[in-house]
């Protein structure tokens, strides 16, 4: 099973604030663990676990990129999903 997406979600983070492309799920798990504005929130949670489940292989991909798209949102730094 592939972990990668079809389409990057694009993010702005860090310090100074840089414009970012999350393509896969290993991708999304290492933005949200070491650099997220949030040390926590429902969508950010929502997020991990949908992570941990693609790499469990027990949800698709897809289903960790809207979550991930959701935590960034809920973050205020989605660009673009």
């Known amino acids: 099973m592939s972990n990668a997406w079809k389409s990057a979600v694009l ?11 999350i393509g896969s799920v290993q991708a999304a798990s290492w933005a949200m663990i070491e650099d997220w ?21 027990k949800r698709k991909a897809d289903d960790a990129r809207a979550a991930f ?9 989605l660009l673009r999903s």
């Open 37 to 57: 504005p949030l040390d926590e929130g429902p969508a950010l949670d929502r997020a991990l676990l949908a992570c941990a489940a693609v790499i469990e292989g």
């Open 69 to 77: 798209a959701a935590a960034a949102e809920e973050a205020g730094i």
């Open 11 to 21: 993010i702005s983070i860090g310090e100074p604030s840089v414009e970012t492309a």
